[in-house]
């Protein structure tokens, strides 16, 4: 299967709380499972229906300041047995300030170049 991403994915222990936007509200901290400049993928505890906005801040593991980002939910996938409560979510980012989307940039790019070196 051929990958048509547009940005590199990568898997990254980046941390991510996020908010719903919309009622009911609901929030949580969880560890992305990967991320790219256009948005990311990781693990919720509660049924997301697709188009669910989110506010998030994501905390990259060398750097004391967050980034911040509005998300949607383009699809979500129910994980483990039956009557299990876990999820896995794709989001994609919809508002990042120029100012953090560099930043995710530039530490994607460097991440990526660490993990080439031999």
């Known amino acids: 299967m051929e990958e048509n991403r547009k940005f590199v994915r990568i898997e990254w222990p980046v941390i991510i709380k996020y908010k719903t936007i919309e009622e009911p509200c609901a929030q949580d901290q969880i560890v992305g499972r ?10 919720v505890y509660e049924r997301l229906m697709k ?6 801040q994501l905390e990259a593991p060398f750097d004391s300041m967050p980034l ?6 383009v699809w979500i996938k129910k994980i483990g047995e039956e009557n299990s409560k876990t999820f896995e979510v794709g989001v994609i980012f919809k508002g990042i300030s120029q100012i953090d989307q560099k930043r995710l940039k530039m530490y994607i790019e460097n991440e990526v170049k ?4 031999p």
């Not at 660490?114 to 070196?117: A, G, L, N, P, S």
């Open 51 to 56: 188009g669910t906005k989110l506010e998030m």
């Open 34 to 43: 990967d991320i790219s400049e256009s948005g990311a993928r990781f693990i």
């Open 68 to 73: 911040f980002a509005k998300g949607e939910v």
């Open 114 to 117: 660490e993990r080439r070196k």
